[in-house]
């Protein structure tokens, strides 16, 4: 029977979504608990929403696009760039491994995926992406730090990817950027043809409510705004993010276990062999070898989920691990020592 979502394990530690394995801030606990049943029946106003979220990213509020999770952001830029561009032959390049749901838009609005292998050790192939742009390229997905390899793209590599594609869009999608690295919304005044993606499931902690944003610059997002469904956002979510942004103690708390446990992991997987890439974001590929099913049930089986990510191409034998809550990784360190040891 196939039914819409993703399904839950039911129990166990969920390490398999790079999800905030420590819940969200209390304050929108509160938040949302204070909601009336009048607010509840009415549609939301997300004009305070924006305001917020445009005070925290630094911009004016006409640069951003609240989104249902940076997933409709992803399917949104393809709809608006690819979909309505009526270019029979479409591109959109993406440099791989990737969020896979980048490939899910492109190949909804029939258009086609140009990928881009890594260099050694996932390293960015910066000259291979700018040598891919055709006068057909319409988008560029681009994600720093990478979902699955918690790669960080250099600025200048990003740079010179819009900089070569002056004719089509460039999504870079920042939905680990709270972990590590710098953001490229300061560089996005200069360079109109850029787009960034941010999402409130990560270092937030909202990803049962779906919220995330695109910032570019007004006329950029104009295009994008003709395809979003006026209401495409829920007054739980509206509100979440509001009481999110006020917490500032929330967010360096969380970054600080997702670090520790990063390094937990990396000092395991030294302890028992297993090759890894260290990371920018909260989840470390591990590539646990040829049995991977196995190792999957097993983890499985001691209440923790990992996501397997060894049917691409470009990660065998690979699972992805998230890093949240430091006590989590240590039960996950230690499914992995008894299975390993
Ligand atoms: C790279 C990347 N982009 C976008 C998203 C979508 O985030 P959401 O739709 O939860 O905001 C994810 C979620 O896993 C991701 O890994």
Redesign the pocket.
């Known amino acids: 029977m196939i039914i819409q979502g993703i399904p839950s394990p039911g129990s166990g530690l969920r390490l398999h979504?790079?999800e905030n394995t420590g819940g969200c801030s209390p304050r929108v606990l509160e938040a949302v608990r204070a909601l009336t049943a009048d607010q509840l029946a009415a549609y939301p106003d997300y004009r305070a929403a924006v305001f917020a979220c445009a005070r925290h990213l630094g911009v004016d509020p006409e640069w951003v696009l609240l989104?249902?999770?940076?997933?409709?952001?992803?399917f949104l830029l393809a709809v608006s760039r690819l979909g309505r561009d009526k270019t029979p032959d479409a591109e959109a390049i993406v440099p791989v491994p990737?969020?896979e749901?980048y490939f899910a838009a492109i190949a909804a609005v029939g258009a086609t995926a140009v990928r881009v292998p890594p260099l050694a050790n996932f390293g960015f192939p910066a000259e291979d992406v700018v040598r891919s742009v055709t006068s057909r390229t319409a988008l560029v997905y681009l994600?720093t730090p990478?979902?699955p390899t918690g790669q960080v793209i250099a600025r200048e590599s990003v740079r010179a990817v819009v900089e070569a594609a002056p004719h089509a869009l460039v999504l870079v999608?920042e939905?680990?950027i709270e972990f590590a690295g710098r953001s490229f919304i300061d560089e996005l005044p200069q360079h109109h043809n850029a787009i960034v993606?941010r999402?409130?499931?990560?270092a937030y902690g909202l990803?049962g409510m779906?919220?995330?944003c695109l910032v570019a610059h007004p006329d950029t997002l104009a295009p994008i705004r003709a395809v979003t469904p006026v209401l495409n956002l829920n007054v739980v979510a509206v509100t979440a993010v509001q009481a999110a942004l006020e917490d500032s103690s929330f967010l360096p708390r969380y970054a600080a276990q997702v670090r520790q446990s990063r390094e937990r992991l990396y000092a395991a997987c030294q302890r028992l062999g297993l090759e890894h890439w260290e990371s920018a974001a909260n989840f470390v590929l591990v590539r646990v070898g040829d049995r991977v099913a196995d190792v999957i049930s097993a983890l499985d089986a001691r209440g923790v989920h990992v996501r397997d990510r060894s049917r691409d191409p470009h990660t065998p034998g690979c699972v992805r691990i998230t890093a949240g809550v430091v006590a989590h990784t240590d039960a996950a360190v230690s499914a992995l020592e008894a299975i390993f040891v």
């Open positions: 979504l790079n989104t249902n999770g940076l997933d409709e952001g992803v990737a969020f749901p994600n990478n979902n999608d939905a680990y993606g999402t409130f499931s990560k990803a779906r919220i995330g």
